[in-house]
Protein backbone atom coordinates (compact mmCIF):
# COMPACT_ATOMS: atom_id res chain seq x y z
CA UNK A 1 0.00 0.00 0.00
CA UNK A 2 3.30 2.64 0.53
CA UNK A 3 4.42 1.72 -2.67
CA UNK A 4 1.24 2.61 -4.26
CA UNK A 5 0.72 5.74 -2.54
CA UNK A 6 4.31 7.40 -3.03
CA UNK A 7 3.75 6.20 -6.87
CA UNK A 8 0.49 8.21 -6.74
CA UNK A 9 2.06 11.42 -5.16
CA UNK A 10 4.46 10.97 -7.70
CA UNK A 11 2.09 10.61 -10.41
CA UNK A 12 0.22 13.35 -9.17
CA UNK A 13 3.36 16.04 -8.83
CA UNK A 14 4.16 14.54 -12.48
CA UNK A 15 0.74 16.13 -13.46
CA UNK A 16 0.33 18.90 -11.75
CA UNK A 17 4.18 20.18 -13.34
CA UNK A 18 2.41 19.51 -16.82
CA UNK A 19 -0.47 21.65 -15.89
CA UNK A 20 1.22 24.60 -14.10
CA UNK A 21 3.94 24.57 -17.89
CA UNK A 22 0.53 25.26 -19.49
CA UNK A 23 -0.06 24.18 -22.89
CA UNK A 24 2.56 24.54 -25.55
CA UNK A 25 1.49 27.67 -27.71
CA UNK A 26 2.86 27.20 -31.06
CA UNK A 27 2.05 23.06 -31.78
CA UNK A 28 3.26 23.40 -35.42
CA UNK A 29 6.64 21.88 -35.62
CA UNK A 30 9.96 23.03 -35.09
CA UNK A 31 10.70 22.77 -38.74
CA UNK A 32 7.82 25.20 -39.45
CA UNK A 33 8.51 27.44 -37.01
CA UNK A 34 12.19 28.13 -37.55
CA UNK A 35 10.27 28.17 -41.51
CA UNK A 36 7.75 31.04 -40.32
CA UNK A 37 10.90 33.27 -38.33
CA UNK A 38 13.02 33.22 -41.69
CA UNK A 39 10.57 34.35 -43.60
CA UNK A 40 9.45 36.99 -40.63
CA UNK A 41 13.10 38.07 -41.23
CA UNK A 42 13.87 38.11 -44.99
CA UNK A 43 10.32 40.11 -45.16
CA UNK A 44 12.25 42.68 -42.66
CA UNK A 45 15.30 42.07 -44.20
CA UNK A 46 13.71 43.45 -47.72
CA UNK A 47 11.76 46.02 -46.06
CA UNK A 48 15.02 47.57 -44.80
CA UNK A 49 16.22 47.58 -49.05
CA UNK A 50 13.24 48.91 -50.20
CA UNK A 51 13.35 51.32 -47.14
CA UNK A 52 16.88 52.65 -47.96
CA UNK A 53 15.87 52.67 -51.84
CA UNK A 54 13.20 55.37 -50.82
CA UNK A 55 15.61 57.10 -48.94
CA UNK A 56 18.16 57.61 -51.46
CA UNK A 57 15.30 58.39 -54.34
CA UNK A 58 14.23 61.43 -52.02
CA UNK A 59 17.64 62.02 -51.56
CA UNK A 60 18.63 62.54 -55.32
CA UNK A 61 15.10 64.24 -55.86
CA UNK A 62 16.14 66.81 -52.91
CA UNK A 63 19.45 67.66 -55.41
CA UNK A 64 17.58 68.06 -58.29
CA UNK A 65 14.94 70.35 -57.05
CA UNK A 66 17.92 72.34 -54.94
CA UNK A 67 19.57 72.39 -58.57
CA UNK A 68 16.12 73.45 -60.74
CA UNK A 69 15.76 76.07 -57.86
CA UNK A 70 19.17 77.55 -58.19
CA UNK A 71 19.04 77.63 -61.92
CA UNK A 72 15.35 79.36 -61.92
CA UNK A 73 17.14 81.97 -59.43
CA UNK A 74 19.91 82.63 -61.97
CA UNK A 75 20.83 85.84 -63.63
CA UNK A 76 19.54 84.50 -67.13
CA UNK A 77 16.07 84.19 -65.63
CA UNK A 78 15.98 87.09 -63.31
CA UNK A 79 14.19 89.27 -65.46
CA UNK A 80 11.45 87.32 -66.52
CA UNK A 81 10.88 87.00 -62.44
CA UNK A 82 11.63 90.48 -61.38
CA UNK A 83 8.25 91.93 -63.71
CA UNK A 84 6.18 92.98 -60.21
CA UNK A 85 3.91 89.76 -60.67
CA UNK A 86 3.68 90.24 -64.64
CA UNK A 87 4.97 87.94 -66.82
CA UNK A 88 7.04 88.95 -69.69
CA UNK A 89 5.68 86.30 -71.99
CA UNK A 90 2.31 85.17 -71.85
CA UNK A 91 2.59 81.80 -73.21
CA UNK A 92 -1.46 81.64 -74.32
CA UNK A 93 -1.60 85.07 -75.82
CA UNK A 94 -2.31 85.07 -79.42
CA UNK A 95 0.96 85.56 -81.30
CA UNK A 96 -0.84 88.43 -83.75
CA UNK A 97 -1.66 90.34 -80.80
CA UNK A 98 2.04 90.81 -79.46
CA UNK A 99 3.46 93.94 -79.24
Request: charge should be negative; proline fraction near 5%; glycine fraction near 6%.
Amino acid sequence: MTCLSISSVGLILLLIGYAAAGPETDVRPRAVRSSACQEHMNLHNRLDVVEKKVEDTVEKLEVEMADLLDAIEAPKWRPLLDNAGKTAVDILEDPGQRS
